[in-house]
């Protein structure tokens, strides 16, 4: 009897992870028409968390070698509590990385809104870590044509339809 039960129990645990995760032609379709162009040469990712809900950020220019903003946001309440430009104003052409305050608060939020790991917006294309994915993975977008089976950013993409590659490493 105990053993049932047992089974009973991880079979729902694994239907209720299974059912959290989105496929990765759920992700392209919420985001396929959505205009990325705000984001041009900008790099946002996730970097750590606490218990509190406490989340720390990173945003910053992505062609220029620029230091990022380290942005602190509180997921419970939704709220920025602490944007520091420390980094970027350490850098050595951060006239080039410098950004004002409400175009990192805008560029930031409609981040949250889209619900990823990581953004990053560059030359070559679109490059998308979403959450809650079937797998750990990159989505690109290039901005061109690409040879198949090349490494962009480190990764190694194969297509996943005619406008996205997915990740293969």
Same mark, same amino acid.
């Given at each position: 009897?105990?053993?049932?039960?047992?089974?009973?129990? !991880?079979?729902?645990?694994?239907?209720?992870?299974?059912?959290?995760?989105?496929?990765?032609?759920? @992700?392209?379709?919420?985001?396929?028409?959505?205009?990325?162009?705000?984001?041009?040469?900008?790099?946002?990712?996730?970097?750590?968390?606490?218990?509190?809900?406490?989340?720390?950020?990173?945003?910053?220019?992505?062609?220029?070698?620029?230091?990022?903003?380290?942005?602190?946001?509180? *997921?419970?309440?939704? &709220?920025?509590?602490?944007?520091?430009?420390?980094? @970027?104003?350490? *850098?050595?052409?951060?006239?080039?990385?410098? $950004?004002?305050? &409400?175009?990192?608060? &805008?560029?930031?939020?409609?981040?949250?809104?889209?619900?990823?790991?990581?953004? @990053?917006?560059?030359?070559?294309? !679109?490059?998308? &870590?979403?959450?809650?994915?079937?797998?750990? $993975?990159?989505?690109?977008?290039?901005? *061109?044509?690409?040879?198949?089976? *090349?490494?962009?950013?480190?990764?190694?993409?194969?297509?996943?339809?005619?406008?996205?590659?997915?990740?293969?490493?």
């Amino acid at each position: 009897m105990n053993f049932n039960k047992f089974c009973l129990y !991880l079979l729902g645990c694994l239907f209720i992870s299974c059912s959290s995760k989105n496929t990765i032609a759920t @992700v392209i379709g919420q985001i396929e028409n959505k205009d990325f162009s705000i984001f041009d040469d900008i790099s946002i990712t996730y970097r750590s968390s606490d218990i509190s809900g406490n989340q720390i950020f990173m945003l910053a220019k992505s062609k220029s070698n620029c230091r990022p903003y380290i942005i602190e946001y509180n *997921s419970t309440s939704g &709220e920025i509590f602490s944007l520091s430009d420390e980094l @970027v104003l350490k *850098s050595k052409s951060s006239d080039k990385c410098a $950004l004002k305050e &409400e175009k990192v608060r &805008e560029l930031f939020n409609i981040f949250i809104d889209l619900d990823f790991r990581s953004l @990053v917006k560059d030359s070559s294309g !679109l490059y998308i &870590e979403p959450k809650n994915i079937e797998r750990p $993975l990159v989505i690109f977008r290039p901005n *061109s044509e690409i040879n198949e089976g *090349s490494r962009y950013r480190g990764k190694l993409y194969e297509r996943f339809d005619a406008n996205w590659f997915v990740s293969v490493n």
